[in-house]
């Protein structure tokens, strides 16, 4: 029977307006260690992330020159993004709304915080000031974004397959708040630390205890409040052995990204039900139902 559960146990981890990434490395029946995973060498990595920074840029003077041809060329044919009014869309509806003119943005500010190398998956996050146009309902309006966006290397270059963004409630006075004028919520007081992790670095944490055959577990936080003061971005990793699995749950009010770093898992999404392998994606908004497999392996392969 599905069950609502919160992702960390020993404290409210998750608040509002957080968005959580986890990498699932899926093992054989004697897991391993984080360390023994294989890794491209760090100049790969720091090659990777220099191209990685130069297409968000060329993605972001798309946008300012309304070039729906240079977007298409750097979303995946798979892309999933939440858009600016907050629909789950795919690359040919967000395709649809620029050509039409209805999205348009007149100013565009991206400061990326957070770039993680996965192989041929990487995780790109920070935050955005844009200034909207065309026939958004804000147009005019200047507003400031926390975003997550996921890219894959395929086809020898690099593609965004996910994106999700919240726009950032506006920082409101003391004076304001008690006296019960705002409607919004006060910004975080301290912002991010910049951080460097190696692989198995970052903050070990035991999960609840799970139905058998998945007892209580482990998993490592690389980003959240507690390691580098995010409050809006969270990041683990953890090993799921052969057979064991992730129960059916929930969270209410939290979107969910899940990467496959490796082995096979059996995704339950909502009504859908998967197979899954190694630089696979689970994107999962809010009060979704979400339940995930270890899958065995096949010895005939």
Not at 7 to 27: D, E, H, I, P, Y
Not at 72 to 98: C, E, H, I, Y
Not at 179 to 195: F, I, R
Request: proline content about 6%; charged content about 20%; overall charge neutral.
């Amino acid at each position: 029977m599905p069950i609502a559960d919160s992702c960390v146990s020993g404290g409210r981890l998750m608040k509002r307006f957080v968005a959580f990434a986890a990498v699932l490395f899926l093992t054989s029946s004697v897991p391993i260690l984080l360390g023994q995973t294989t890794t491209v060498t760090k100049s790969n990595d720091q090659e990777a992330e220099k191209e990685l920074r130069r297409l968000n840029d060329e993605e972001i003077q798309a946008f300012l020159q309304k070039d729906p041809d240079a977007m298409a060329r750097l979303w995946s044919d798979d892309l999933v993004v939440t858009n600016p009014l907050n629909k789950f869309v795919n690359k040919q509806a967000a395709l649809g709304m620029v050509k039409s003119g209805f999205l348009v943005i007149t100013s565009y500010t991206r400061n990326i915080e957070y770039i993680r190398i996965y192989g041929d998956t990487a995780i790109v996050a920070g935050n955005e000031e844009v200034v909207w146009g065309g026939r958004m309902p804000n147009a005019g309006k200047t507003e400031h974004l926390r975003f997550t966006g996921i890219w894959m290397r395929q086809g020898g270059r690099w593609q965004q397959v996910a994106r999700h963004a919240n726009i950032v409630p506006e920082q409101v006075s003391s004076s304001s708040v008690q006296s019960g004028s705002a409607h919004t919520l006060p910004a975080a007081n301290s912002p991010a630390k910049p951080l460097l992790l190696e692989q198995n670095e970052g903050e070990l944490r035991t999960r609840r205890p799970r139905p058998q055959p998945s007892p209580a577990s482990q998993f490592t936080l690389n980003v959240g409040p507690k390691i580098n003061g995010s409050e809006h971005f969270v990041v683990g990793t953890e090993q799921i052995a052969q057979g064991a699995s992730i129960p059916t749950h929930k969270h209410q009010t939290e979107d969910e990204l899940l990467l496959i770093h490796s082995g096979t898992a059996h995704v339950v999404l909502g009504e859908q039900e998967r197979d899954l392998h190694a630089g696979g994606l689970v994107f999962i908004p809010a009060n979704t139902w979400i339940g995930l497999k270890n899958s065995p392996v096949n010895p005939s392969t």
